[in-house]
């Protein structure tokens, strides 16, 4: 009787020990996004009122679709002081959505000096001028606070995805949370997922969140086919300069949180390897000490790089990972308010970005020419 009582507590023991091992905190995540919304129409741009205030109605989709699938924090960066749909945002409560307006341009400017990227991206000039150098800016501030074990706990995620407010970071399933697991049980630190690219099947569009349902696949996960090109070719037929994506085709990324981890662009993370360490030890005994120096420990393994993107531009197959979803719905310019609205808020813009690490796969051709 007593050794089967000793089997079945060793059993019991064994059982809380293989749970120990298995069970770990659940993965969280945050996103980052700079934003700046245009106001609502005009009576003569939407003289029966049906747009209303589509802004407004998108930073809404925005928050409630990513908190839906299980995102943590979302830090909005809003570019404009005076946009209208700040007050939307601070509606929701401060430990799921941080509403930051862009400060004046003393206060602004005094906290990108602090920044690593600064000199990186050019100086202050260009953080003035072009919003892919704010936009890298604001990240590297959102990475900072989910580092800061100083900040709520809500804040502290541990992947981070930057993305834009024409973005969707997209999964069929419920909640992005068994994604991130896996991403932590694979030992992946940056993942960078492919863009698919809406179409709009109408002119007026007020919430292309909800409106549009047609994607232009990313090519890059296209097999090459005959019918492959053959569809691929209804589209590029299109446009004056040939493209089948009209903007960008990298993908945007997640990275594991870390304060090794720094904006490389709008679409990716850089991550500087963990610092190599040694130990030592004292001792001393009367007037005599002796120190003695270990060995350097093995260096840390490298961060690992994963991409559902088989991009030859940049082709290392050893970090090309099967992953259809989740995937980035892009919705550019999806209706005639949305384009007029996108190019009037960028302005006289330059055909290329003073740092080029900081654009995208398709920066020419239909952007470049809808600033003329």
């Given amino acids: ?26 993965v969280s995540a945050g996103i980052v996004c700079t934003l700046r919304m245009p106001p609502p129409p005009s009576r003569e741009n939407d003289g029966d009122g049906q747009l209303g205030d589509p802004s407004r109605e998108i930073v809404d989709s925005f928050i409630r679709y990513h908190l839906s699938k299980g995102f943590q924090h979302i830090w909005l960066f809003f570019d404009d002081p005076n946009d209208h749909t700040f007050d939307q945002a601070r509606s929701f409560p401060l430990c799921n959505v941080s509403a930051i307006r862009r400060k004046t341009t003393e206060e602004q400017e005094a906290a990108w000096k602090s920044s690593t990227l600064l000199s990186r991206l050019g100086g202050l000039e260009t953080a003035r001028r072009e919003v892919t150098a704010r936009q890298m800016l604001n990240a590297e501030l959102a990475m900072k606070e989910a580092v800061d074990s100083k900040s709520t706990p809500e804040k502290q995620v541990e992947y981070l995805v930057h993305i834009d407010i024409d973005e969707l970071f997209y999964t069929g399933e419920n909640s992005v949370i068994p994604h991130f697991t896996w991403l932590r049980d694979q030992g992946i630190d940056h993942m960078t997922y492919a863009n698919h690219e809406g179409v709009p099947e109408a002119e007026s569009i007020r919430n292309y969140f909800t409106e549009v349902s047609l994607f232009r696949k990313n090519h890059l996960t296209l097999g090459i086919h005959p019918r492959t090109r053959e569809a691929m070719s209804f589209w590029t037929k299109r446009t004056r300069h040939h493209q089948y994506l009209l903007f960008y085709d990298n993908g945007k ?12 662009s709008v679409h990716g993370w850089f991550i500087s390897p963990p610092r ?9 005994l009367g007037a005599t000490t002796t120190t ?35 995937c980035i719905l892009h919705f550019p310019v999806c209706g005639w308010f949305w384009f007029k609205s996108k190019y009037h808020i960028l302005g006289d813009f330059a055909s290329e970005w003073t740092n080029p690490s900081s654009g995208g796969g398709g920066g020419g051709g239909v952007h470049a020419g809808a600033a003329s």
């Fill in 276 to 284: 190599q360490t040694s130990s030592s030890s004292s001792s001393s």
């Fill in 292 to 326: 003695t120096t270990t060995k350097p420990s093995p260096p840390p393994p490298p961060p690992r790089m994963a991409t559902a993107l088989a991009d030859i531009r940049n082709l290392d197959m050893s970090r090309v990972v099967s992953l259809s979803e989740p």
């Fill in 253 to 264: 990324s997640s990275v594991r949180v870390s304060a090794n981890a720094t904006p490389a």
């Fill in 1 to 26: 009787e007593e050794g089967r009582k000793k089997k079945k507590k060793k059993k019991k023991d064994n059982k809380r020990d293989n749970d120990s091992m298995t069970t770990q905190a659940p």
